[in-house]
T-cell receptor, first 112, second 116 residues
Framework: DAGITQSPRHKVTETGTPVTLRCHQT?????MYWYRQDPGHGLRLIHY???????DKGEVSDGYSVSRSKTEDFLLTLESATSSQTSVYFC???????????FGSGTRLTVV | QKEVEQDPGPLSVPEGAIVSLNCTYS??????FMWYRQYSRKGPELLMY????GNKEDGRFTAQVDKSSKYISLFIRDSQPSDSATYLC????????????????FGQGTILTVHP
């Protein structure tokens, strides 16, 4: 969708294992975001990036880290997965022309 | 208390009804206001965008922002079954070009069903 893809689409992992989710864009956008979506909470910001190697924490960053070594890729790592991190994770890019987000299709992560 | 409050519904209306969706917020620095629509198992998509106070109309959709009351609304006229989705309000205080540019705070989302 509009040049942004997330992988994997679905993942089941065990408690305590590290997990990395990938967001890839093809349109050279500067700003990228990782959100998680849970019932009753809407979308909450985990981490975001405002350029290569430039990242910052969002509202719910504990237990997560990110990296952006090139413009097109923004990686989200769960350092040691816990059941509370079971969620749907969305990556988004900011379209600076109209201040709108384009979201990826989401990654459904289950931690057992 | 959350920075952005949105009634999660669910809201069920007959086809052709006028739908009103609302959000309140507490951060007076918010100046960009958006509505996103999310179909089941899809990512949200931008529906309407308003800067500061005022109204904006796009087809059957009207967005209103009242900064003095910290209240935003989305109206859907002549609602259709295809409008059935979750509607999320979102807002931002980010300064253009700054590092926090584009950071959005979302409401919880309202689930809307329009039945034929």
């Amino acid at each position: 969708d509009a040049g942004i893809t997330q992988s994997p689409r679905h993942k089941v992992t065990e408690t305590g294992t590290p997990v990395t989710l990938r967001c890839h864009q093809t349109e050279n956008h500067r700003y990228m975001y990782w959100y998680r979506q849970d019932p009753g909470h809407g979308l909450r910001l985990i981490h975001y990036s405002y350029g290569v190697k430039d990242t910052d924490k969002g509202e719910v960053s504990d237990g997560y880290s990110v990296s952006r070594s090139k413009t097109e890729d923004f990686l989200l790592t769960l350092e040691s997965a816990t059941s509370s991190q079971t969620s749907v994770y969305f990556c988004a890019i900011l379209r600076e022309k109209d201040y709108g987000y384009t979201f990826g299709s989401g990654t459904r992560l289950t931690v057992v | 208390q959350k920075e952005v409050e949105q009634d999660p519904g669910p809201l069920s209306v007959p086809e052709g009804a006028i739908v009103s969706l609302n959000c309140t917020y507490s951060n007076s620095a918010f100046q960009y206001f958006m509505w996103y629509r999310q179909y089941s198992r899809k990512g949200p998509e931008l529906l309407m965008y308003t800067y500061s106070s005022g109204n904006k109309e796009d087809g059957r959709f009207t967005a209103q922002v009242d900064k003095s009351s910290k209240y935003i609304s989305l109206f859907i006229r002549d609602s259709q079954p295809s409008d059935s989705a979750t509607y999320l309000c979102a807002m931002s205080a980010g300064v253009a070009g700054g590092t926090s540019y584009g950071k959005l705070t979302f409401g919880q989302g309202t689930i809307l069903t329009v039945h034929p």
